[in-house]
């Protein structure tokens, strides 16, 4: 599926929950993957229970990222919820682009190639509406 603009647009009302989802769950099992590590025990109940939550956590994640991608997009930065959403236009190349979207921000207002260079660019005042 390409998104124009205004339909990424009004995609994020399901793209922002997921993608909130998806952060909140990574750096909590960022958080617990370090207290595991700390511990470095192994064969109490404790380790256990970690254990059993990064596998829950690892399991959710793993879930969120599979509903982006059956709508087209891709999650570019865990940590910060950046996402790549394919937008119907090419570029000047004639290569796919995508329109660029991080968890806090009202709209889409960047694009990136993501055959070319790695940082998100801001999209002509025209396409922004």
Request: aromatic fraction near 6%; proline fraction near 5%.
């Amino acid at each position: 599926m390409l998104y124009t603009v205004e339909e990424a647009n009004a995609a994020l009302a399901h793209i922002g929950p997921i993608v909130g989802d998806l952060v909140r769950e990574f750096l909590e099992l960022r958080r617990i993957g370090r207290q595991r590590r700390a511990l470095m025990d192994g064969e109490s109940d404790y380790d256990k229970a970690l254990k059993a939550r990064i596998d829950l956590k690892s399991a959710r994640i793993e879930s969120f990222i599979k509903e982006l991608n059956q709508i087209g997009c891709k999650i570019r930065d865990l940590e910060i919820g950046l996402v790549d959403i394919p937008y119907a236009c090419l570029s000047d190349s004639g290569r796919p682009m995508c329109l660029s979207w991080k968890l806090g921000e009202r709209g889409i207002s960047h694009w990136i190639d993501p055959g070319g260079f790695r940082e998100r660019a801001p999209l002509p005042r025209a396409d922004t509406t």
